[in-house]
């Protein structure tokens, strides 16, 4: 590989974060959005092993759990465990393929939001049921979406041997 | 791609996930003022940039919906200044008419010059008073400044007017101050010259001065005394026993909105003389 292939990964990763803090309010309700952060989270965590995975699922957490610390933790645990697994399944399971990877971010997020609705013990009931089977779905969609065009747009930048990533 | 080394977690990543866990698990458990104490320091150094990032993002959001709302307030208040004088001068003729109304006292009906919204003639109006509301035909038509025309057809709720300047309008006039008297009609049945007046059948001796007010004289008991027609421009033509004056209308038929019609004969007419009212000499008897 070289060299400047791993800069032109962290400048995907660093597109999405700067999308989920510029562009992501202007798409609509949060809640159905797409989640450019979990996303540059599972583009990382399925090119590298599962601990350092874990550990970015940890911090991209705390990041989150930073702006809404009415969750604080449930983010960090969400994140980690999506992360560790990302990378842990897509070793195990998964090929490279593109209707893959658009499962495993629709998946991903799906999980996500799983845990820290469960977690958080902030949403009961009908509005548990709601964010499990509408929203969090739709989140997932637009997710995977995302995701299934970044990979298309950068698939040179992103063929990154996981050995080297 | 090439998947992985040998194992797909080592002890190693198993380890750093456990600990991961295990701080989440701590997070979790904090006190509240704790947990706000992390997010906020997290808030103040690392994420701040990209809490600005945010901040400019959202504010060149709203700049842009400010922007269109400063664009669309603009776009109101030039409509709303453009229709200004118009509404200005609609205010300053229903002033005027009101003010005609009460020196009037009685005797008229107020109406509505109503909008026709098929090319008809012209040189009629439609006023939005007819046989309910007292309207005669052969009533005078009047605004602020003077007459209008006389009422042709009366409908029940609805009459025709016949202005001025239709061919078949007559009116027996005279000076405001009642030295010379005539008939006025239309000058002209086509082009430009249709919007002004003659009056004839002024004595070659008899000479009228520009700008001299000419008013209905009450001959003949149709129109009442002293409505204001128009003013004399000058000599028109001159044939052997008589001079013809040009007159500059009072009121041209576009510029009415709202009218008075006299009333005539039934209930309580209009006053015989009406030139108190419009403001003109009295001197004649």
């Not at chain 2, 700008?211 to 008991?221: K, Q, R």
Request: proline content about 5%; charged content about 15%; some cysteine.
């Amino acid at each position: 590989m070289r060299r400047t292939d791993k800069y032109r990964f962290w400048i995907v990763i660093a597109l999405l974060v700067a999308l989920q803090f510029s562009v992501r309010s202007r798409l609509g309700s949060a809640r159905v959005a797409p989640d450019f952060l979990l996303l540059a989270l599972l583009i990382y965590s399925i090119r590298s092993p599962a601990g350092v995975s874990a550990l970015a699922g940890f911090l991209v957490g705390l990041a989150g759990d930073a702006l809404t610390p009415a969750t604080f933790g449930a983010g960090m645990l969400a994140h980690t465990l999506v992360a560790y697994f990302a990378s842990w399944a897509k070793a195990v399971f998964f090929a490279e393929n593109l209707f893959v990877n658009g499962c495993l971010f629709f998946g991903g997020t799906w999980v996500r939001n799983l845990i820290v609705a469960l977690v958080s013990g902030k949403l009961k009931g009908g509005m548990l049921g709601w964010e499990l089977l509408v929203w969090s779905p739709l989140q997932g969609l637009t997710t995977a979406i995302a995701g299934v065009v970044v990979l298309v747009m950068f698939r040179e930048w992103l063929a990154v041997r996981r050995a080297d990533a | 791609m090439a998947l992985g080394q040998d194992r797909y977690a080592s002890r190693g990543d198993t380890a750093v996930f456990i600990v991961c866990i295990a701080l989440s698990l701590v997070s979790m458990s904090l006190p509240e003022r704790m947990r706000e104490g992390i997010a906020a320091a997290l808030r103040d150094t690392v994420l701040l940039p990209l809490l600005e990032l945010q901040d400019q993002s959202e504010q060149l959001r709203t700049s842009r919906a400010r922007f269109t709302a400063v664009m669309a307030e603009r776009d109101s208040a030039s409509l709303a200044a453009a229709f200004l004088p118009e509404l200005r001068a609609e205010n300053d003729r229903l002033r005027a008419l009101l003010g005609l109304g009460q020196r009037l006292g009685s005797g008229f009906v107020p109406a509505e010059v109503l909008h026709q919204s098929s090319p008809v003639d012209p040189l009629t109006l439609l006023v939005s008073a007819g046989h309910k509301a007292g309207v005669t035909p052969l009533a005078a038509v009047v605004a602020p400044a003077g007459l209008l025309g006389i009422v042709r057809v009366v409908n029940n709720e609805t009459s025709e007017v016949v202005t001025w300047a239709h061919p078949e309008f007559r009116a027996s006039a005279m000076a405001a101050d009642g030295s010379v008297f005539g008939i006025v009609a239309p000058f002209s049945t086509e082009g430009p010259d249709v919007w002004l007046l003659e009056l004839r059948g002024v004595p070659y001796r008899q000479t009228v001065a520009n700008g001299t007010v000419i008013v209905t004289s009450g001959l003949g008991g149709v129109l009442p005394r002293g409505i204001p027609i128009g003013t004399i421009m000058g000599v028109a033509r001159e044939t052997e026993w008589e001079r013809v004056y040009l007159v500059l209308p009072a009121i041209h038929p576009a510029a009415a909105s709202h009218v008075l019609i006299l009333r005539t004969g039934v209930g309580r007419p209009a006053p015989d003389d009406l030139r108190g009212a419009f403001g003109v000499g009295t001197a004649a008897p």
